[in-house]
């Protein structure tokens, strides 16, 4: 039975770093890619980015890039997300989410950018 | 703005049928990149209806349906239920962004 379970509510200052944890469980973890995903009070699904926990090799969403840092230890099969720099409009519950990927043609084991299983979601609330 | 473009909502009575589009463009559901759906209960994480544009993982009931043409698509529930009442996302990817792009969210309402 796969799971993600997510890192507790934070609470940061403004101009602070948080990391979030997602511990897998049910899989093999280096299997799957694992992509971030966040939600704003009242606003919709906004991406970040994605590792390959197996390469550890990293591709985030242009508007994070630089101040996003997304790592994994795979002898506990735990992804992390690093945001820094928080600003207020930085709060927001952030998720993690799994990715089946394929083989392409080639292949290179890529994500499909479908997300089958989400953790339960981290609450972090930056405050000025 | 979002790059897919949904109603924010919809509503329908028990048993009835509703549909919520989701509109993109060339760069993106137009360019063949395929469309997920997820619904969003309250308080919790989203969960997938459809994947690869019409597939419904196992567990979703056939009430769910999706489809794509062209730019666009859609997502239809069938035999309203009073759980259905719940946020909607569709999802892609963009290659001009080289970003997952999702939808605004649609708000279903049963009446």
């Known amino acids: 039975q796969v799971h993600l379970v997510q890192s507790g509510a934070e609470v940061k200052k403004a101009g602070a770093s948080v990391k979030v944890s997602c511990k897998a469980s049910?899989?093999?973890?280096?299997?799957?890619?694992m992509h971030w995903v966040r939600q704003a009070p009242g606003q919709g699904l906004e991406w970040m980015g994605w590792i390959n926990p197996n390469s550890g090799g990293t591709h985030y969403a242009q508007k994070f890039q630089g101040w996003v840092t997304m790592t994994r230890d795979t002898s506990i099969s735990t992804a992390y997300m690093e945001l820094s720099r928080l600003r207020s409009d930085d709060t927001a519950v952030y998720y993690c989410?799994?990715?089946?990927?394929?083989?392409?043609?080639?292949?290179?084991?890529?994500?499909?950018?479908?997300?089958?299983?989400w953790g339960q979601g981290t609450l972090v609330t930056v405050s000025s | 703005q979002s790059v897919l473009t949904q109603p924010p909502s919809v509503s329908g009575a028990p048993g009835q049928r509703v549909s919520i589009s989701c509109t993109g463009s060339?760069?993106?559901?137009?360019?063949?990149?395929?469309v997920q759906w997820y619904q969003q209960l309250p308080g919790t994480a989203p969960k997938v209806l459809i994947y690869?544009?019409?597939n419904r993982p196992s567990g979703v009931p056939d009430r769910f349906s999706g489809s794509k043409s062209g730019t666009s698509a859609s997502l239809a529930i069938t035999g309203l239920q009073a759980e259905d009442e719940a946020d909607y996302y569709c999802?892609?990817?963009?290659?001009?962004?080289?970003?997952?792009?999702f939808g605004g969210g649609t708000k279903l309402t049963v009446l």
């Open positions: 060339s760069s993106n559901i137009g360019a063949g990149y395929d």
């Open positions: 989410a799994r990715d089946l990927g394929y083989y392409d043609r080639t292949g290179y084991f890529t994500p499909s950018y479908y997300f089958d299983y």
């Open positions: 049910g899989y093999t973890f280096t299997g799957y890619y």
């Open positions: 999802q892609s990817y963009d290659s001009s962004l080289s970003n997952v792009v």
């Open positions: 690869g544009n019409s």
